[in-house]
């Protein structure tokens, strides 16, 4: 439908200053000045086409053929042709149009590209503007954004040229920025502010990496840490107290508190402690005794650890501190539970222990109290008791067809001895090995760069 132009709440543009660069072949370029009787849009368009030299006038249809039907003149208005003044080259009259809708029916948009120039230099940084509609001539300011460390210079139009859009801009100053905190728990409580010395001055909001964390807090997640008035505004939250559970595991724990005669290395007596991860527990200690040197009158609830170890002496005796002998010892020590750890004074490592069934290189032998260790770390030693020596009495290095026995499949093992659960070899099928090995009394045969499988599982 076209409306009657005094429907219409049209906007005059004025003409572009100064005459376009005419072209070749006796063409001269011309302004129009476009205003929409059909269309939401708030902007009016501004086209420019090319007409001979000398020429005075335009028809509607050499117009609308010029505007390649994206736009139609609106003939209810005006149906003579249009008069091009020479000296500025534009068509004097304002042209009423209606918007020819495109094939699909809807608007038809694009992207603009936005290149950012610092006087003649262009930077390599660039942006995308999306979405914008295809009658859109002019990008609002506050769609740009001036690329980190850079500012927009002055005042200046965004003009969209082939589908891109120069912008001037020039460096950005450093300016400080105040850090204001505030505990969500107590509002009350005071927190120094801080200082974050070099922000860009026209940047929106802080790197979350730059803000300190003050000491005893932790930042709630999900701030975006704006800008106003060169401020920003941090919600803290306090950190657990020692002794509190410091996550959201409401779980009980129980921990079993051996105590250690430290003389003759037996346990004379146990207690059980419960409660949160992490929570402190008094100790009891059994009677007629006292705690050992060094040892810690409170314990913490531990969900890594099942049982504590921790030496006691009778009251009233005289102790020297036993002298542990240690010589050098290269083996492999395997566990066959979960396994306590020492220090070389014989006291328990109550952060630390070995998983059950697994294999640890050896290097050093301690005897203390009566009791054997072997060092599996710096500083750190397991009870021989707990576990076994892994050892290799010999291997072999042959190439030969070995054949599973019975009617069930044969399990496979690594050269450790720990099962392969998801691997298996078929009853009664040959294959190949080229090693085989006795470990701890048992001889194992190489199908698989670490699959073995057990002599006694072959003919």
């Known amino acids: 439908m076209i409306l009657n132009p005094s429907m219409i709440n049209a906007v005059v543009v004025n003409a572009a200053d100064g005459a376009s660069a005419e072209k070749a072949n006796d063409k001269v370029d011309i302004t129009l000045n476009l205003i929409y009787t059909n269309s939401d849009s708030e902007h009016p368009k501004i086209e420019t086409i090319s007409v001979k030299k000398g020429q005075t006038s ?10 390649n039907n994206r736009y139609k003149v609106d003939t209810t208005v005006n149906n003579k042709p249009f008069t091009i003044d020479t000296s500025k080259k534009e068509v004097t009259e304002k042209i009423l149009v209606t918007v020819v809708p495109s094939p699909s029916g809807k608007e038809e948009k694009r992207t603009i ?15 995308e503007i999306k979405d914008v509609p295809s009658d859109i001539t002019q990008i609002e300011k506050s769609k740009i954004n001036a690329p980190e460390g850079y500012k927009l210079a002055g005042d200046q139009t965004f003009d969209i040229k082939n589908g891109i859009v120069e912008v001037n801009v020039v460096p950005a ?3 400080p920025i105040t850090v204001n905190y505030t505990n969500k728990e ?8 801080r200082i974050i010395p070099d922000v860009y001055e026209n940047a929106s909001s802080v790197n979350p990496k730059l803000v300190e964390i003050p000491k005893g807090y932790s930042i709630v997640p999900n701030q975006d840490f704006s800008i106003i008035d060169g401020k920003i505004a941090v919600t803290l939250t306090p950190n657990k107290k020692p002794g509190h559970s410091s996550s959201t595991d409401a779980t009980t724990y129980t921990n079993k508190i051996q105590f250690i005669d430290q003389a003759t290395n037996k346990e004379i007596g146990s207690m059980k402690v419960s409660g949160l991860n992490g929570s402190k527990h008094k100790l009891v200690i059994p009677e007629g005794y006292v705690l050992a040197k ?10 890594s650890q099942k049982a504590y170890h921790v030496q006691v002496i009778k009251k009233g005796a005289v102790t020297t501190p036993a002298k542990p002998t240690i010589t050098a010892h290269k083996t492999t020590f395997r566990t066959n539970k979960t396994t306590q750890l020492f220090n070389i004074e014989g006291k328990a490592v109550r952060n630390r222990a070995l998983m059950a069934n697994t294999s640890w290189a050896v290097d050093k032998q301690m005897t203390l109290n009566g009791t054997t260790y072997y060092r599996v770390a710096t ?23 070995i054949t599973t026995s019975g009617n069930t499949p044969k399990r496979l093992y690594t050269s450790n001895g720990e099962l392969i659960g998801n691997r298996a070899l078929a009853p009664n099928t040959p294959w190949f090995s080229d090693n085989s090995l006795t470990k701890n009394g048992q001889t194992l045969y190489r199908v698989a760069t670490n699959e073995w499988v057990r002599a006694e599982d072959l003919v």
Do not use: C
């Not at 060094?294 to 969900?303: A, G, L, Q, W």
């Not at 021989?384 to 067809?401: L, P, Q, R, W």
């Open 294 to 303: 060094n040892e810690s009158s409170e314990v913490k609830v531990d969900k």
């Open 173 to 175: 100053l450093k300016i």
């Open 379 to 401: 500083n750190e030693w397991a009870k021989v008791s707990d576990g076994a020596e892994d050892t290799y009495i010999a291997m072999e290095v042959f190439s030969k067809t």
């Open 113 to 127: 590209k936005v290149q950012f120039k610092v006087g003649d230099n262009i930077l390599p940084k660039t942006d």
């Open 58 to 67: 335009i028809s509607v249809d050499d117009l609308n053929k010029a505007l």
């Open 186 to 193: 107590n509002a009350k409580d005071k927190i120094k502010s």
